[in-house]
């Protein structure tokens, strides 16, 4: 995976000052208008961290603690990049504050990618959910203000209504070294700002379920202040997870009602087909089980086809056979709106629960 960015190669970032500290205790030479204007943030992908500084400095000063360095000029204007071991990027530090489906399964598709155990740490205020991260070999504490203090990205992933008492706890120990995501439903990016430090860069994600088994449909937002390159990070370390989208925060609740929410509406309808089977005389389990395949099946032609459902549904049904009789059936019951009301009520709570939080923010 590789990334180019086109900039001027005098400017410097303060995470390239942290590296170099790291390395030999020196600082780059950097003015003020030119660290106002990186915002002190670097893109760093999976495999390749993405360094704009000038080459001649860089040599001098990180060369001698890297054994594994390559600056290559990519063009004209000068657009240059560094590639480092890809052990590197595994030395990247993750937090999760709560522990719930959600987190566990961010951090499976996480541990899936470059990312190692030993670089992962979890809390939660008790040891429930605690068991199933340590069998992945990821540690754990009680502590959210530890994990805030040992992470580069945190994951806020409780629930709406606890994220200002967990934000007020842990904003004094964010900095400008830390990307923090919350997947938070209904958790709106300007009160999440508002319950950080100024300038924090923070991005709004909502994932499903099917993430605990690399197949979910994720959808972030970008805060005021997080450059193209955080969401780049975020969606390097997440796309293990399943789909991986950008959009704008608008999009953000009508994503929690068409598939955060949407998995349960699959649930039910698989129930609904099993227990018709059964009802025709067919066993419980094997209904169950031909049911899920169906879904699964169906959802992967309908994904890997690029086909809209409608043209498949076309395709499955002939005329006065069994498909357009059932389908008859359906829309007599309503299906179709029923489904599309289903989702506008998702989303609409939402927003609701955006806005209770907004207006306890203010409190």
């Not at 495999?47 to 400095?57: D, E, K, Y």
């Not at 070999?137 to 992470?151: D, F, R, Y």
């Not at 390097?236 to 994503?255: K, M, N, T």
């Not at 690029?306 to 389908?327: D, F, M, N, W």
Request: overall charge positive; aromatic content about 4%.
């Amino acid at each position: 995976m590789c990334a180019t960015v086109e900039t001027e190669c005098t400017r410097t970032e303060s995470r390239v000052e942290r590296v170099a500290q790291d390395a030999g205790g020196h600082r780059p030479p950097a003015s003020a208008a030119q660290r106002r204007e990186t915002n002190g943030r670097v893109p760093q992908l999976a495999g390749w961290w993405m360094l704009r500084v000038n080459p001649t400095w860089l040599t001098a000063q990180i060369k001698p603690h890297f054994k594994l360095y390559k600056t290559s000029t990519i063009c004209k204007s000068e657009t240059h990049q560094i590639k480092m071991d890809p052990e590197m990027d595994s030395q990247l530090k993750i937090g999760f504050i709560g522990a719930g489906n959600m987190a566990f399964g961010i951090a499976k598709g996480i541990l899936s990618g470059n990312v190692l155990p030993v670089n992962i740490k979890v809390s939660a205020p008790s040891s429930r959910n605690l068991g199933r991260f340590q069998e992945l070999g990821i540690a754990v504490t009680h502590s959210n203000v530890e994990v805030v203090c040992g992470s580069d990205v945190v994951f806020v992933a409780v629930k709406p209504h606890l994220v200002q008492i967990v934000l007020n706890e842990i904003s004094r120990h964010v900095t400008d070294r830390h990307i923090i995501v919350s997947v938070a439903a209904g958790v709106t990016l300007q009160t999440l700002e508002e319950l950080l430090p100024e300038n924090s860069v923070v991005i709004r994600l909502m994932p499903n379920l099917p993430c605990v088994v690399q197949e979910g449909a994720l959808l972030f937002a970008r805060g005021s202040h997080a450059k193209q390159e955080d969401g780049a990070l975020l969606r390097s370390l997440l796309h293990r997870c399943g789909l991986v989208e950008e959009g704008p925060e608008a999009w953000i609740d009508i994503h929690t009602g068409l598939s955060g929410s949407g998995v349960a509406f699959v649930y039910l309808f698989a129930e609904a087909l099993a227990e018709g089977a059964v009802k025709m005389g067919m066993p419980s389990a094997l209904a169950h089980s031909i049911a899920s395949q169906t879904i699964l099946g169906a959802g992967r032609l309908l994904r890997d086809s690029g086909k809209h459902p409608a043209q498949l549904r076309s395709e499955v049904c002939t005329p006065g056979g069994t498909t357009i009789y059932g389908l008859h059936t359906l829309e007599q019951g309503g299906v179709r709106a029923s489904t599309m009301s289903a989702v506008e009520s998702a989303t609409e709570r939402a927003r609701e629960l955006g806005r209770k939080s907004a207006a306890g923010s203010r409190k």
